[in-house]
């Protein structure tokens, strides 16, 4: 059974950072696509940032500049380093494993559709 933890939210400032981590088990797909979502009260959950088995990102136009997703395999973790953050990074922020994508040039609309495993978010709240 595939166990998805994530961890790393908070409150901050405008301006500042924070790293998020996911911690994952019993999954052993690497060939597959590993995520970083939002979803903001109201709002339709959207990509930030994916990563392909080969370590290749891609990122919502909102997210490039300023996070960074990175992947450690043999730890079994996924990080998403968010810097400059806005009010409007505001959002519970979803780890999401196991996704089917294909190479892609930009974040779609559908991508949570690709994607089959996820975990149960953890809270960032950005302040101005």
């Known amino acids: 059974q595939v166990q998805v933890v994530e961890s790393g939210g908070g409150s901050v400032q405008a301006g500042g950072s924070l790293i998020l981590s996911c911690t994952y088990s019993?999954?052993?797909?690497?060939?597959?696509?590993m995520g970083w979502f939002r979803q903001a009260p109201g709002r339709a959950r959207e990509g930030v940032a994916v990563?392909?088995?080969?370590?290749?990102?891609t990122y919502a136009d909102s997210a490039k500049g300023r996070f960074n997703i990175s992947k450690d395999s043999a730890q079994h973790t996924l990080h998403l380093q968010m810097n400059d953050l806005k009010p409007e990074d505001t959002a519970t922020y979803y780890c999401?494993?196991?996704?089917?994508?294909?190479?892609?040039?930009?974040?779609?609309?559908?991508?949570?559709?690709?994607?089959?495993?996820w975990g149960q978010g953890t809270q960032v709240t950005v302040t101005s």
């Open positions: 999401a494993l196991e996704g089917d994508v294909n190479a892609i040039a930009s974040i779609p609309s559908n991508l949570a559709t690709y994607f089959k495993t």
């Open positions: 019993g999954y052993t797909y690497s060939s597959y696509d």
């Open positions: 990563i392909d088995a080969l370590g290749t990102a």
